[in-house]
């Protein structure tokens, strides 16, 4: 089967939806229509993300969060990238890890070393696990990550387990993206990072990465393979941000038409400075934090049930305020090195803008209203997929997330939580749980709660 690029990715038609202007009527005909939770077209986003005034910008940012709450409501998921190697042949002008920086101390983590570090995220009280690596398929082949998948969820740490390994390496083909269904992964993710032919090139001068066909095919691959849960990302700062969000909406939009489901998760990863690169120093499109905002409320209002996810590149400041316009995702306490959670001294991938532990993150979402989730259930009970997207109607995920958000965190709290993270997570579930007035649904909750304070564990809706 033929994919058919320019369905995906059609640069003239971005640059002419580029070009949308609109006026103050037709923002607030754009955001009406938004409020309503059933996407926005490709023209409509591109009307949006040429907002300049604080007015408006203002408007767009209020519409985002009442979409956010109507659907995802205060719950954010939380997990924690395992990097198993630095490795690359490829040659990303943007990354730490490319081929030509010699100064990168590489390190490709044994099995050992792995389960060493994932036992590390999991005494911090973390369930979800992303493994990331360097492109290098001779270094990091399936034997070995099938092996490593295995090891992690056999791990058993008091209470601690990891219940869901995503995943983010280097593109397969059909046959082995086939393989790696068989090893229980969570998402599939790879960014195309720029969408931008040109850009896209100059950025990847060697490596099989600067095949630009082949990376845009990525995600046709992994679903005619059957994988079930695929996610999307562009990095931001490598050319205009208003083409990147258009064409992800595209090739989004033309996942969901050939496939019935399209991307799980979009990430909105920022340029940030890395060790031996120029282009990450300056990047060439930098991206404002009121411009990067803006791109998420866009996101958030483009396609509403696609889980939006924020990594630890973002200051610890800034995260909260990008958290309310759309985020239902984060990382917490990572780090961007092979090693690094036993203090290894390999060099990190990019620096990283929020180093607060899990615990520290934990507090804060508590005290500012939000409900801090563990949650792993819709992968184990088989709700992925087009099954999941079907599911994923307001309700319907209230229905299962918040209650599933306050039981594995009531874990979090009892297994791993500071003093004062707990009394502050406490209090954050009680005010969340006199927020379900479906009496039937609070009790079965509470009757688990009691269960947890018990002893039992995994406990999910
Ligand atoms: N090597 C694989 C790849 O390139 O797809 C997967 C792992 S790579 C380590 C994960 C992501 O890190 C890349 O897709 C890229 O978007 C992001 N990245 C690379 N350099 C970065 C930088 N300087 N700042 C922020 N993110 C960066
Ligand atoms: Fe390698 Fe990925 Fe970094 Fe590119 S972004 S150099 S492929 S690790």
Avoid at 78 to 85: A, R, V
Avoid at 367 to 387: A, H, I, M, Q
Wanted: with cysteine.
């Amino acid at each position: 089967m033929k994919t058919d690029l320019q369905a995906i990715i059609n640069e003239e038609k971005i640059y002419g939806l580029m070009e949308t202007k609109p006026s103050p009527d037709t923002i607030d005909d754009i955001l009406n229509k938004a409020l309503s939770l059933k996407g926005i077209s490709m023209s409509e986003a591109a009307a949006l993300l040429n907002i300049n005034d604080d007015e408006a910008l203002n408007k767009l940012f209020k519409a985002a969060k009442a979409v956010k709450e109507k659907i995802y409501g205060k719950r954010i998921v939380l997990f924690s990238p395992l990097y198993i190697s630095n490795y690359c042949t490829n040659n990303c002008l943007y990354c730490g890890f490319r081929y030509e920086n010699k100064e990168m101390k590489r390190k490709k983590l044994t099995v050992e070393e792995v389960v060493e570090e994932a036992k590390a995220i999991i005494n911090m009280g973390h369930k979800r696990i992303l493994l990331v690596a360097g492109e290098d398929m001779e270094k990091i082949n399936l034997d070995y990550i099938e092996e490593v998948i295995k090891k992690i969820y056999e791990l058993k740490r008091g209470k601690g387990e990891v219940r869901r390994v995503n995943i983010n390496i280097a593109p397969l083909s059909v046959e082995d993206f086939r393989r790696l269904k068989t090893f229980d992964i969570g998402t599939f993710q790879s960014f195309q990072e720029t969408y931008h032919r040109q850009t896209y090139k100059k950025m990847h001068p060697s490596g099989l990465k600067a095949n630009y066909e082949y990376r845009l095919e990525t995600m046709d691959r992994a679903l005619r393979a059957g994988l079930d849960d695929v996610g999307v990302g562009v990095l931001y700062g490598l050319t205009d941000y208003r083409f990147e969000v258009l064409a992800m909406l595209s090739h989004a939009e033309y996942l969901d038409k050939t496939y019935g489901t399209g991307p799980h998760t979009i990430s909105i990863p920022r340029l940030e400075p890395a060790n031996g690169s120029s282009v990450a120093e300056q990047p060439p499109h930098a991206v404002t934090d009121r411009d990067f905002k803006k791109i998420v409320a866009v996101l958030r209002l483009a396609v509403p049930y696609t889980g939006l996810i924020l990594t630890t590149r973002e200051r610890a400041k800034f995260r909260p305020e990008v958290l309310e316009l759309g985020i239902s995702q984060m990382s917490a306490g990572s780090k961007t090195n092979p090693g690094g959670y036993q203090e290894e001294e390999s060099t990190e991938q990019f620096q990283i803008g929020d180093h607060r532990s899990l615990d520290d993150v934990i507090k804060q979402l508590s005290e500012t209203g939000y409900l801090p989730s563990f949650c792993t259930s819709c992968y184990r009970l088989g709700r992925v997929g087009k099954d999941f997207m079907d599911l994923a109607k307001p309700g319907l995920i209230q229905r299962f997330c918040q209650p599933n958000a306050i039981l594995t965190f009531r874990e979090f709290l009892n297994d791993y939580a500071s003093p004062q993270t707990k009394e502050a997570g406490l209090k954050c579930i009680k005010n969340h749980l006199a927020e379900i007035h479906d009496e039937k649904l609070k009790e079965s909750i509470s009757q688990k709660l009691e269960r947890i304070n018990n002893g039992e564990r995994d406990i999910y809706i």
